[in-house]
């Protein structure tokens, strides 16, 4: 698990270090400052460069840039990625992600909020030649492509191309370092909601032992903790994905309560081989103030679970996670939006306010393609307002018409349905009883049964 789960951990708390650091006195402030530096400085991250340039033209459009850096000192929401990774001694990779967390911060409120995302979420992954996949592969496919900026930077790319939230940062983690971290607080106290019997917990030597937990409050080292974390045998990834917050929320209390400052630099030399990020010392830092004013009562935590994603199986027999991007949208809303802002709905999520009216024309000799579509719209949040048989049964391509001006609807729609440029027309001067028209062709194939 290059859990970058626990990433967010060291990010969240780790601002309290920093205020401490500044508070504690000015000399073990610079010390460890310069031991910070020394471990960015050590992870050869590659660089992030334009990504846009490697996609085919008519999809450059469609690829959403690299967030800038968030100006914290005047208040704008820090968005940190956090991935965790079964990173295991003798491997070299490359690796899906275990876990998916997107960690938020507002320096205007003082409140941070947490959003997993289950690793079987069935997504398009924005990169040439990845099409739709579940998410945790993105960072697989990063590194195994050379993609610029490797996995991270791809796992950073699909989740703002997916679900409109700018990532500026990422934050990765492995099993040792998840060990090392907890360890180095002196473990953690988690609350046990019900006892947990694993009979076949997976080691990392690929055997397999008896977990057993009990319910109450449990003092867990780095090894129970990881244990605790990783065990799904009893429920689910939804099931693990809470106690995943519960450890980072439990070692976050842990490190309120102990001198952190005196720890800082061990953990972080400790960390040096085990940890990535693309924050710079100075990132870091300008959180420290700001992280450490977050009340517990002031951090939200949600997952993208059966409420807001559905159980399906694809043609190739595997089962996997249909999004329902409105739900989602609205949680997201609720996560990352400021409370009061107007607009932000546009900002986040501007599929959903052009809110574009579709109909979808059968223009092949395939009886119910027009319904497969609906369906395939409706699951992702759209109004399908309409559907029946083209004037023509002979299409060879399919055809986009613009009524109204829905650019976010219209690259998406483009991509999803293959949809070339020539074959998008514009006709925004009629009086339409729609905002998009899609006339299907023999290219298109439905993604599901």
Known sequence: MRNKTVHFFLWLFGGMFFTMLVCGGIG??????????????????????????????????????????????????????????????????????????????????????????????????????????????????????????????????????????????????????????????????????????????????????????????????????????????????????????QVILAARDKALKINALAQAPQLLQQLRATIETDMTPEQMLALAPIAAQVRADNIKTRSIDLNTAYEIKLNTGADVLWPDREKIGAMIQELFAPPTSVGSVAALNPLKAEAARIIILNGTAKDGLAAMASRYLKSAGFNVTQIGNAERRDYAKTILVNLADKPATTAWLQERFNIDAANVRQNLTAQPDSDIRIILGNDWTPPLE
Do not use: C
């Not at 690793?119 to 697989?140: H, K, Q, S």
């Not at 993609?147 to 934050?171: C, M, R, S, W």
């Not at 917990?201 to 780095?222: F, K, N, S």
């Open 28 to 245: 073990a402030g610079y010390y460890f400052f310069d031991t910070i530096r020394a471990y960015t400085a050590s992870a050869a991250l590659p660089a992030i460069n334009n990504i846009v340039a490697d996609f085919p033209t008519q999809q450059q459009a469609l690829v959403p840039t690299v967030a800038p850096a968030p100006k914290v000192s005047e208040g704008e929401r820090v968005n940190v990625l956090l991935l965790g990774i079964d990173r295991r001694e003798g491997e070299h990779g490359p690796w899906r992600t275990d876990t998916m967390i997107v960690a938020t911060l507002d320096p205007k409120t003082k409140s941070a909020a947490m959003l997993t995302i289950p690793r079987d979420l069935y997504v398009p992954i924005p990169a040439p030649g990845a099409g739709e996949n579940r998410i945790n592969t993105a960072n697989f496919y990063g590194d195994q492509t050379n993609y610029p900026g490797g996995g991270p930077a791809l796992a950073k790319k699909t989740i703002e191309y997916n679900f409109a939230i700018p990532i500026h940062y990422y934050v990765l983690i492995d099993f040792n370092g998840f060990r090392k971290i907890i360890d180095a607080l002196g473990g953690i106290d988690v609350n046990v909601p019900y006892a947990i019997d694993d009979p076949e917990y997976p080691t990392e030597d690929y055997g397999v032992m008896r977990l057993q937990i009990p319910a109450g409050m449990q003092h867990m080292d780095g090894a129970l903790a990881l244990q605790y974390a990783r065990t799904r045998h009893g429920d689910s990834d939804f099931g693990r994905s809470q106690r995943q917050m």
